[in-house]
């Protein structure tokens, strides 16, 4: 094979607001690999297949002086995330040619690695496609499952709000909620994903940019759970239309994250006085206790059809940077997952 | 015995900012009662001699069509709250003349009750005063204990920070994390409480009034436990300076009791990144889990000395609204009690 072009995709520029294409991000092809005979020096050849697009990406957008919990892109340098890939060539014995790797990866189309321990072989006895392990079955799919075990003290007859219902890990915990017997309130932000919330059991969809979510929740709250995908205003509404003793999962806030703004929360008093609990958490804090029984059971109750999910499949790594500005306002519709190759 | 008056301290209308003297309260002495007399109903007569006042008492002062955990005070009747009186005639079996019952009563020198669940009877083997039954072997002491328990996850080396530090709830917080080996950073509004602070352990023991709380936290922290007594600014400070899974006991938020502009707070978002626990609580929900062994060991441990209090007396029920109004700004020092009669 003679050399290809290893295209990637950089973080250009810090942005202040949303991310821009061709601004603080874009697609660079400088580079080339020759996959028969780059050196590995030990280590292992990956050819990406797939690299899922996440929220809270764009909180590693960020100047690396400022301290949090994921580490921050580097200017210049590709971005990175979950995907899946398959071993091209490898000088590691732990690690043989054909494998599927499941783990973080450059977004670029070959990556050389040297750490087997950073990456799971995914078996996929199931046949699900390779992107539903950085949807359903990976990353979203845990981070829903393992919060939801730590934190809902779900009883049945209770109700939840679950908010960007129609995203992986909204879409998950509201199957979830529904097997546990709850009464499920779930938002977002277009008609097509309220149907689709409705589709996989939520009681109560609404579309939150033409109906009132405090007008809702008044009807058909208090609310026991709430899961917070968005923060500012609406987690200010959850609070207010919270039962007594309600737990808060908070997940993420993608309404603070593009602006130097931050929405004012007024309305904390009553978390003493309701006795609430607001649980923040990283899906990594939580996978050691409940790693082993996701994977056990999750893809064999998603390729049986028990758990369902929807996907936004953008093909090739130059519209990575597409994918991201999507997710960032709202636009995709299910998980967000970039196919970098086939096999 | 002739009719004596029965003085009663009223709650005479809603306060929109701090409470009033002789305007939203005032003392009243229209009654008389004759305690040889007065017809019991199958019920028993009680001699109030303390009662307490809390910081909480000003949620109960609002509009009562607002719904909230403790019932509103109604204008025109007595406040009430928790006190300690002595049963002077009874016609109920379960209680005898002579007991001393701690429960809540009403703001004035005798009540007639009937309902000897709502009261326990005090042994005090350890001849305390009364009032320290209505402190720190009381509800403050309680609620201090119970959420310490409940919700701190201590571990020796961790650092806590309290605030109202010299109040009756916090000073016990104080000595409850240093006796398991904390660090403890508390906060108050004086410096006599300052160092009343440190006397009891605190190891950084500052006047929020002259000194940042902002640069101790810098400089001493991070934390990893936050009690909140006082809420507002001093919570959004305590999140930025939060170590990742610090745990906020949410016990009270003084600073938004007496306001009608509630403190914006502009950080939630770090209670994700830094995977924050929020805790609010009211202390009758962990009652039944703790008291028991609460009332087995801390009446001991105050009377041997391990644990210490300092109390704010106030004579005469007549100045009741006094005490109220020094709690909601600050200017008690200690736990506030007013001595109703002597036995």
């Not at 990637?8 to 028969?36: A, N, Q, W």
């Not at 075990?149 to 209770?158: D, I, L, N, Q, V």
């Not at 200010?236 to 239309?241: F, S, V, Y």
């Amino acid at each position: 094979m003679a050399p290809v072009k290893n295209g990637r995709y950089l973080f250009k520029e810090v942005p202040t607001g949303f991310p821009e294409l061709g601004k603080t991000m874009d697609y660079d092809e400088s580079e080339t690999i020759d996959p028969d005979t780059v050196p590995l020096n030990g280590g292992f050849l990956v050819k990406v297949l797939v690299l899922s697009i996440d929220p809270y990406l764009r909180g590693k957008m960020r100047n690396p002086s400022i301290e949090s919990y994921s580490a921050p892109f580097y200017v210049g340098e590709p971005f990175y995330n979950y995907g899946v890939g398959v071993v091209v060539r490898s000088e590691n014995p732990a690690v043989k040619a054909g494998d599927h790797l499941y783990g973080v990866f450059k977004f670029q189309h070959y990556v050389i690695e040297n750490e087997p321990s950073r990456f799971k072989v995914i078996e996929n006895k199931e046949g699900l496609p390779w992107s539903v392990y950085v949807g359903v079955c990976g990353m979203p799919g845990e981070t829903a499952d393992y919060a939801w075990k730590e934190f809902s003290r779900a009883k049945k007859g209770e109700t939840v709000f679950v908010t960007a219902g129609a995203g992986p890990v909204g879409a998950t915990v509201i199957q979830l909620a529904k097997s546990q017997g709850l009464k499920v309130i779930a938002s977002a932000g277009s008609d097509d994903k309220v149907a689709f919330m409705s589709e996989i059991g939520a009681d109560v969809a609404f579309n939150y940019k033409t109906v009132d979510t405090r007008k809702i929740l008044e009807k058909e709250g208090p609310i026991d759970i709430y899961w917070d995908n968005v923060g500012g205003e609406t987690l200010e509404a959850a609070i207010d239309h919270a039962a007594r003793y309600a737990r808060f999962i908070e997940c993420g806030m993608i309404s603070q994250y593009n602006t130097s703004q931050p929405y004012p929360v007024k309305n904390l008093l009553k978390v003493v006085g309701k006795e609430l609990s607001l649980h923040g958490f990283i899906v990594g804090s939580l996978r050691p206790k409940y790693e082993a029984e996701f994977y056990a059971t999750f893809p064999a109750r998603v390729a049986s059809g028990e758990i369902k999910y929807k996907e936004d499949r953008v093909r090739g790594l130059e519209r990575a940077g597409e994918a991201i500005v999507a997710v960032q306002s709202g636009k995709n519709f299910g998980k967000s997952v970039v196919i970098v190759a086939d096999e």
